[in-house]
């Protein structure tokens, strides 16, 4: 990997922007600075982690900021030219690009709101990579998450009423960037879309569950825990007692007890 001078790299992401009016140009002008920047003694799987599915330049930070910077001013100006280079980067089997893609995608206005909403839904059907959703969903869903709350809501729905595991968990993960981002302002819809899953709660879904629970119970230790003794009453909820069982220790001292408590009454 080639020292990273700041001024060359300026100039290089500089003709690089120029292209951006041209998708499949600025692929192929991108691969090959990314490609410049590489970091070729890198090797899958070095640092513990599984190989990826699809490639990467693992490229330094510095440079995919300044490839940001250069195209900025074309992203508010041009924005009908955003979309088809988000779908030319999505198309590329690299992460580099597709979360490029995500980024471009998080920063459209939502004008209608579909053309953001349509892309996430068709990318993330395609049996990404753990790691590779995570980020498509924190990046792509900025704009959703602070200007169209309910649309978000919307999102979340419709994956977890799928009966697609991976779209359940792609819900679930939506849900706790929402958790995270707005507190407890929609605190209502979110129970009512996790109530299923505390009653019934998938093994391949439980991480995930859990981790909602477990910030919700941070932001709103009170309602969070009303919601968990609800379901401990009702029939068929199977999985409840484990559930709370798993989260209890997320709650301040005086709720733990009841929420113990409640377990006894229930006997299990």
Known sequence: ??????????????????????????????????????????????????????????????VMRQVWLEITPQIKEHPEQVLPVCDALWAEPNVDLQLLAARLLGSLP???PDQVTDRLQAWVQQGLERRILNDLLDLSLVRLKDESPWEMLNLVSTWLESSDLSLKLTGLR????????????????????????????????RPDILAVLSALAHCSPAETAYLLQQNLSVPDNPDTPWVIRQVLDEFPPDIRDG??????RVNV
Do not use: C, W
Request: hydrophobic fraction near 35%.
């Open 259 to 264: 929420l113990r408590q409640a377990l006894k």
């Open 110 to 112: 939502l004008d209608p």
């Open 174 to 205: 939506t849900m706790l960037t929402m958790i995270n981002n707005s507190g407890t302002e929609n605190l209502p819809s979110i129970f009512r879309l996790l109530t299923p899953y505390i009653r019934l709660a998938p093994s391949r879904l």
């Open 1 to 62: 990997m080639p020292a990273i001078k700041p001024a060359r790299l300026k100039q290089q992401a500089s003709d690089l922007a120029i292209h951006f009016s041209q998708p499949a140009l600025f692929v192929r002008q991108l691969h090959a600075l990314l490609d410049h920047y590489s970091d070729h003694t890198h090797r899958k799987g070095k640092s513990g982690e599984p190989s990826p599915l699809v490639s990467s330049y693992n490229t330094p930070v510095p």
